[in-house]
């Protein structure tokens, strides 16, 4: 047996607390990529360059993770960050990666961004792929294109970048929280009633922005209520839902509703949008978004991200107190404790490409396997299109082609690109440091 090198010793930060909830379970954590391809092969020279000048601005992001007594702290990590040429996706957190919970490889013309959901989320790391490939193509093409809305040394620093919103106790309204949950029984996927993870399956569609815009304005939706209500038809059309509502559940960001606008860390929480069955069946798909998209915004501006915020912090800092590593787990492992509901909406926002749009071809998003398995429709809007990912355990591409069905009888034009399998690597994370 290999025995692991003992880490350095890294600084203890802040304990991470808005982190803290994805370091736990029952299985290894495994890494988020983003995958980004160009119109052109990558050069390695300037990809390392670019992201030297990123983090320069950026550093929050090399931070690694220290583990003392349980629990997990921020540590600054001034090791150099190396971008690698590499086909396949590496170990990050670990002695590969100079113990960075961030990487970036590259592979012909697609750059992959991997991150550990630890360390941020999915906007957070937008904000690093976004300075990555701006200094990148600056670099590549000997000009200065627009950095509009993109951290770069023209920013100056703020303190409030590196806020988490959970290090502090919030009292919270369990009841209050449990009811905007809902108490509906839940319709799930049969293919995930003994769903084995072992896999992931990426389905990738592209709609072009214009197209997919106007149907959901014409219909007063949004992109994410949009796509859940036709991932809702899509369901009830392939399944005969009878005692149960199909749960749409939207990954929100809470950082305009909790002031916290500026910070890279995690700052999410979820919306659940139910469909009855006989509303899935007999509600057209524009009306049904409408719908949808009258939820998210009546939970967003009512009283629930603080209600929500509250509850997760009750649990982070419940389980935060607990003696030992394994009741630590027992409280903190949500995704182990929570079943997931019938599918996912993940509208990460877009990629910040100014006047370079034309040069990113695809933009593909990989999570990791959910605990108990579920299905994933990820979005971005990036250079003119919705790239749709529909990330599952599920080996059948039936609700991605009815999902297409269904875009075909709204008239709104797409592509559809190659399926692949995937398993993204587990994350290193640190041992136990006295």
Known sequence: MTQRNAPPRFAVKEWNACGATQFYGKDRKRSY????SLSEPVRGELLQQAA???LKRLPYYGSTFVRRKGLYY????????????????RVIGGEITNYHMIDVTYWKNKISFAMFHGLCDGLGLNRWIE????HYVCLKDGKTYSDEGIYTDKIPYDPSERADIHLQRRKANIKKVKALMGTEKRFRLPELLENKVDRMYSLPLKVKTTDFLSWCKANGASPAAGAAAIMTKAIARENDVRDSVIMSVVPISLRKALHAEKTFKNCYAAIFLPTTPEDARSMPVGELAAKLRAGMRTQMSGEFPGLVCAGM???IHLGAKMPGYRLK???????DNNPQDTFFVDYVGGL??????????????????PANGASFVLMSETAGCFHINFTQTIDSDRYYLAFAAILDELGIPYEKLPYESYLNPVVDLPPEQR
Do not use: F, H, W
């Open 131 to 134: 300075a990555v490939l701006y």
């Open 33 to 36: 990529i983003v995958e980004v």
């Open 313 to 315: 912090n009750t649990m």
């Open 52 to 54: 030297d000048k990123a």
């Open 329 to 335: 787990t027992k409280v903190l492992a949500m995704g």
């Open 352 to 369: 910040r490409c100014n006047d370079y749009a034309d040069q990113i071809t695809e933009v593909r998003y990989l999570n990791a396997p």
């Open 74 to 89: 921020y540590a600054d990590n001034d090791l150099p960050l190396v971008v690698a040429e590499s086909e396949n996706p």
